[in-house]
């Protein structure tokens, strides 16, 4: 399997898995710091997703480069 087939929505699941040590670890540990690096998780899964999801061929201007 390579790398580049899978889809954004694909590696966000996996991204996912993340949370399992994270939960492990606000368990066993405070409560409060499980928090905040569950939201860190959570921030960096998204801005990959955003980072590596397709993009418009044009950015929105027409096929000549004008902006109509």
């Known amino acids: ?3 580049e087939a899978l889809s954004p929505r ?3 699941l996996v991204g996912l898995l993340a949370l399992v040590p994270v939960a492990w670890y606000a368990l066993g540990s405070s ?3 499980g928090v ?3 939201i860190n998780v959570a921030l ?3 801005c ?3 980072a590596f999801s ?3 061929s044009h950015h929105g201007h027409g096929s ?3 902006s109509t």
């Open 44 to 46: 960096i899964l998204s």
């Open 1 to 3: 399997m390579e790398f």
């Open 31 to 33: 409560m409060a710091a």
């Open 36 to 38: 905040v690096s569950a």
């Open 54 to 56: 397709p993009v418009e």
């Open 48 to 50: 990959l997703y955003l």
């Open 10 to 12: 694909a590696t966000l």
């Open 64 to 66: 000549n480069g004008s």
